[in-house]
């Protein structure tokens, strides 16, 4: 599929969004909209669709939790056309409260990467101090680093630019790399 053809893409969250939040992401230059997700609000298990476009007629992936309200909850990712399962994307519970960290698990619950926030000093004083600070995530898989997302400086909108070009980003299934940031800003986001 096209969407999946970049290397480097901008995620950008709707502001103040009551009955539900919205992410889109675009292209590296924003002009041209690749996925569109409308999350729904007071959901106790999350179950994300993520579309191609705002008229959301064409579902592309499926995010679900497995548990309810779970502090190391897992998340599978299945593509929708083909009813593939990509993967999984299990957060470190007790290790994410000081400095948000991941797994990136196979089809067999098998880890093989992780996503981890770029250091610990930086984390703590997001969390303590001040959300100012731009998140950094870097990605890897079998301690190779294969991607990488940056938030831009906006209090406001939390926007990320997502790079995937690194010699090893071929590695990583596109269609996992968007779960990603679609988690990372919905499940992370909660915290700021």
Not at 165 to 173: G, Q, R, V
Request: no cysteine.
């Amino acid at each position: 599929m096209q969407q999946y053809t970049f290397n480097k893409y901008f995620a950008k969250k709707s502001f103040l969004k009551i009955f539900g939040g919205e992410i889109r992401i675009f292209d590296e230059s924003k002009n041209k909209l690749l996925f569109f997700v409308k999350q729904k609000a007071f959901k106790l298990k999350e179950d994300i669709s993520v579309y191609a476009d705002e008229t959301k007629t064409k579902e592309l992936l499926k995010i679900k939790a497995r548990s309810v309200i779970d502090f190391s909850a897992i998340y599978d990712v299945v593509d929708v056309t083909s009813n593939e399962a990509i993967g999984s994307l299990r957060r470190k519970g007790f290790k994410s409260i000081l400095k948000d960290s991941w797994e990136i698990l196979d089809t067999k619950d098998q880890v093989i990467g992780s996503i981890d926030e770029d250091s610990m000093f930086k984390a703590i004083l997001r969390r303590f101090l001040t959300n100012l600070i731009p998140q950094s995530f870097f990605i890897t898989l079998n301690k190779n680093q294969v991607g990488v997302l940056k938030q831009t400086f906006n209090p406001f909108v939390p926007q990320f630019n997502i790079d995937f070009s690194s010699d090893n980003a071929n590695a990583l299934d596109r269609r996992m790399g968007i779960a990603i940031v679609i988690l990372l800003q919905i499940i992370e986001g909660r915290q700021q």
